[in-house]
């Protein structure tokens, strides 16, 4: 069966550093491949996806996402960070026809 | 485009009534719908998948007559909570898909206390 592991379950970082989230998946073929982001009480909002060709994907608030096959990795970044991206963030895998499998979440913290 | 909405974004009912959440997409058409839920710091745990005009397919371990789901026309999903208990209480959200791969949205979510 299908997984993906967020292995960090808290992050903290200062306003202004860098950021790296990690995600891993487990099954042989490569599957669809996302990354959401949910603020307190919200639903979920879509930051970027990957279903083939260029391996580093663009999204939106700057976030961007590396495919990495050897790894089986799709690292969710940042350059900056803003106060504003502190939220829950969760990698998703689908393979397929299959469901949408959700990790379990990092939760970011943004400290001034 | 590709928006969700759900309604209403919390309820409170009491222990053994019934409770419904309606979920629609406002700008596509959703073929097929998602109910996941979702427990106070923890992810998403997909219940049942529903597609316009046929029965919806359940999850294991999630109960269809407790839970249950209609996707009456392309725009609009419901999800009805039945005799609802506290163990109920939580965070629904659901998801609406236009197309074979794409997950095109995700509704803000309902948050249902029951007391």
């Known amino acids: 069966a299908q997984s993906v592991t967020q292995p960090d379950i808290h992050i903290t970082v200062s306003e202004g550093a860098s950021l790296e989230l990690r995600c891993n998946y487990s099954y042989g073929a490569t599957p669809y491949l996302f990354w959401y982001v949910q603020s307190p009480g919200q639903g979920l909002q879509l930051l970027l996806k990957y279903f083939s060709g260029d391996t580093l994907v663009q999204g939106i608030k700057g976030f961007e996402a590396e495919f990495k096959r050897s790894q089986s990795s799709f690292n969710l970044r940042k350059p900056s960070v803003h106060w504003s991206d502190a939220a829950e963030y969760f990698c998703a895998v689908k393979y397929g026809n299959e469901k949408l499998t959700f990790g379990t979440g990092t939760r970011l913290t943004i400290i001034p | 485009g590709a928006v969700v909405s759900q309604h209403p974004s919390w309820v409170i009912c009491k222990s053994g009534t019934s409770v419904k959440i309606e979920c629609r997409s406002l700008?596509?058409?959703?073929?097929?719908m998602f109910w996941y839920r979702q427990f106070p710091k923890q992810s998403l745990m997909l219940m049942a998948t529903s597609n316009e005009g046929s029965k919806a397919t359940y999850e294991q371990g999630v109960e269809k007559d407790k839970f249950l789901i209609n996707h009456a026309s392309l725009t609009l999903s419901t999800l009805t909570v039945t005799s609802a208990h506290p163990e109920d209480s939580s965070f629904y959200i659901c998801?609406?898909?236009?197309?074979?791969?794409?997950?095109?949205?995700f509704g803000p979510g309902t948050r249902l206390t029951v007391t």
């Open positions: 998801s609406a898909r236009d197309g074979l791969v794409d997950i095109a949205g």
């Open positions: 700008d596509f058409q959703a073929t097929t």
